[in-house]
């Protein structure tokens, strides 16, 4: 597809910017808590916009269609790539650095066009509706999608965004087409020749190559020190989760030997007791045959005096 060279506004409108019947580029919208990341397009009061055809505002590609009864209503999306000298223009005059631009049509009536579409400048795509929107008229964006704005979504509405912020994105949609009229040709810019720009170009595209390199020679040496790192934190949780089965095993470890030692004061105690109870046995014992042979030995020497007596 060919770089965008000229630009068109994409339907009819009343009034002189912004002056006119509807929100412009940062008019805050307090409903919806916003400034107005585009421009209303809208062609005198009431119903008159109606079915108005809505144009392709420079050649490039669809790249999203759909349809809703909400918000932005039936919606159309369309990419165009910019050549140097736009990009550059772009760059110095709204400080936005970008290959691409996206054109944004929101509360259609009708879609003429599908994804993948190529169109030219001025290309019937839609007619104005008012799908979402209260009365008819084109809701119209042109940003850049990069950064932070090419994370989000389709319908993406920057409530609550600062005007600095939604400037790093979007252009004024209405002052860039007519600015546009007045380049007819971008030989020359900033009072500069077309091959001094090339130059610089190529000189800043050079840079842009070392620097990436750098980038990426950085982001392996992040990346190794990362993989390092978690090696380094596996080897611990390894070691660490050793340590913690040691300990725990040491802990079964020593609850079974005082189970055991605990056993052993039991039965140690028994077998005290037991030996006490014996010895007092053996006591007793011992005393009552002392007693037995004390008695025997008495008897005995009675008989013997006895007989002692008998015989004188």
């Not at 936005?96 to 190529?118: M, P, Q, R, W």
């Not at 020359?188 to 610089?200: A, I, M, P, R």
């Not at 190529?202 to 390092?228: F, G, H, I, P, S």
């Not at 109870?277 to 007793?284: D, G």
Request: charged share 25%; glycine share 8%; net charge neutral.
């Amino acid at each position: 597809m060919q770089n965008t060279e000229k630009w068109v506004h994409p339907t009819k409108f009343t009034g002189d910017w912004p002056d006119w019947n509807g929100f412009t580029f940062l008019d805050w919208h307090k409903n919806n808590n916003v400034y107005h990341p585009g421009d209303d397009y809208n062609f005198g009061y009431g119903d008159q916009d109606l079915g108005q055809d809505v144009v392709s505002t420079a050649s490039g590609v669809v790249i999203h269609t759909s349809k809703r009864d909400s918000g932005y209503g039936p919606i159309i999306i369309i990419k165009h790539t910019l050549g140097y000298n736009l990009r550059r223009f772009i760059k110095e005059t709204y400080g936005i650095e970008t290959d691409t631009l996206y054109s944004f049509y929101a509360h259609l009536k009708d879609i003429f066009v599908n994804v993948g579409d190529v169109v030219e400048v001025g290309q019937r795509i839609g007619t104005v509706g008012e799908g979402g929107t209260k009365s008819p008229h084109l809701h119209f964006e042109i940003y850049a999608p990069i950064g932070e704005l090419a994370k989000k979504g389709w319908r993406f509405y920057p409530q609550g965004w600062e005007k600095s912020t939604i400037q790093k994105f979007w252009l004024p949609a209405y002052l860039f087409i007519e600015s546009t009229k007045n380049l007819e040709s971008y030989e020359t810019f900033l009072g500069k020749s077309k091959d001094y720009w090339l130059t610089v170009e190529k000189d800043r595209e050079e840079l842009m190559k070392q620097l990436t390199q750098k980038d990426v020679d950085w982001a392996k040496k992040v990346e190794n020190a990362e993989t390092e790192n978690q090696q380094a934190l596996t080897e611990s949780a390894k070691k660490l989760t050793e340590s913690e089965k040691a300990v725990t095993s040491g802990q079964k470890a020593n609850k079974k030997l005082t189970t055991k030692v605990g056993k052993l004061g039991k039965e140690l105690k028994t077998v005290k007791l037991e030996n006490l109870q014996l010895l007092e046995n053996n006591a007793n014992n011992i005393r009552f045959i002392s007693a037995i042979k004390i008695v025997v030995l008495t008897i005995s020497n009675m008989f013997k005096r006895g007989g002692e007596t008998n015989d004188n």
